[in-house]
């Protein structure tokens, strides 16, 4: 059974950059699925922010793509999520997930319990 | 861009009742749809794919319909547990979710 969970700084400050990581257990993380974040701000709807694929294929949400990198580490199995200069816009709980295709549709069928991030100085 | 549109925003219902949540899609998605369901504190779950398709788990009392532009997700009598809010999403787009509440 696949798990996933977010670690990383609770708090970031303004113009800086927010960094977590996903630890994936129970399979890996070379397996033929996107691996992805989302976010939900406080009282929010959910964001994609972006996927990789274990090939290093990454794909971002145009809104943020001049902010995000994705990254991936296959022998540590877990993948990583950057943003900088983050603003009063980027607090949210972030999730990773992992997304493949169900059928004939891509879902997220499994995600991280979701890490709260904080911007205050 | 895929837009997704969920009505209501917030269903008022009594348990046992049975629950009738819409998505609609700014244009034809065919069935490549899917709903989750996310309780306070606790990260989505997917409930069904491809529009119809129960997910792994999800009790029968889930049903989901529809295509191309119009979906439905059906919860024929609502379990306490079944109190949440439910999100439609296709590709990396999702719908700005439906709140299900006790009456």
């Known amino acids: 059974q696949v798990q996933l969970q977010e670690s990383g700084p609770g708090l970031v400050r303004p113009s800086g950059t927010l960094s977590l990581t996903c630890a994936v257990s129970?399979?890996?993380?070379?397996?033929?699925?996107?691996w992805t974040w989302v976010r939900q701000p406080p009282g929010g709807g959910l964001e994609w922010i972006g996927e990789?694929?274990?090939?290093?294929?990454?794909n971002y949400n145009a809104s943020l793509k001049s902010r995000v990198t994705m990254s991936l580490d296959k022998s540590k199995n877990h993948f990583s999520l950057k943003l900088t200069s983050v603003t009063a816009a980027d607090p949210a709980v972030y999730y990773c997930?992992?997304?493949?295709?169900?059928?004939?549709?891509?879902?997220?069928?499994?995600w991280g319990q979701g890490t709260m991030v904080t911007v205050s100085s | 861009e895929i837009v997704l549109t969920q009505s209501p925003a917030t269903l008022s219902l009594s348990p046992g009742e049975r629950a009738t949540l819409a998505c609609r899609a700014s244009?034809?998605?065919?069935?490549?749809l899917a709903w989750y369901q996310q309780k306070p504190g606790q990260a989505p779950r997917l409930l069904i794919h491809?529009?119809?398709n129960r997910a792994t788990g999800i009790p029968a009392r889930f049903s989901g319909s529809g295509s191309g532009t119009d979906f439905t997700l059906t919860i024929s009598s609502l379990e306490p547990e079944d109190f949440a809010v439910y999100y439609c999403?296709?590709?990396?787009?999702f719908g700005g979710g439906t709140k299900v509440e006790i009456k």
């Open positions: 997930a992992r997304a493949r295709i169900l059928g004939a549709t891509y879902t997220f069928d499994i």
């Open positions: 129970g399979g890996s993380i070379s397996s033929n699925n996107w």
């Open positions: 990789i694929h274990h090939s290093g294929t990454t």
């Open positions: 244009h034809s998605v065919s069935t490549y």
């Open positions: 491809d529009a119809s």
């Open positions: 999403q296709q590709r990396r787009n």
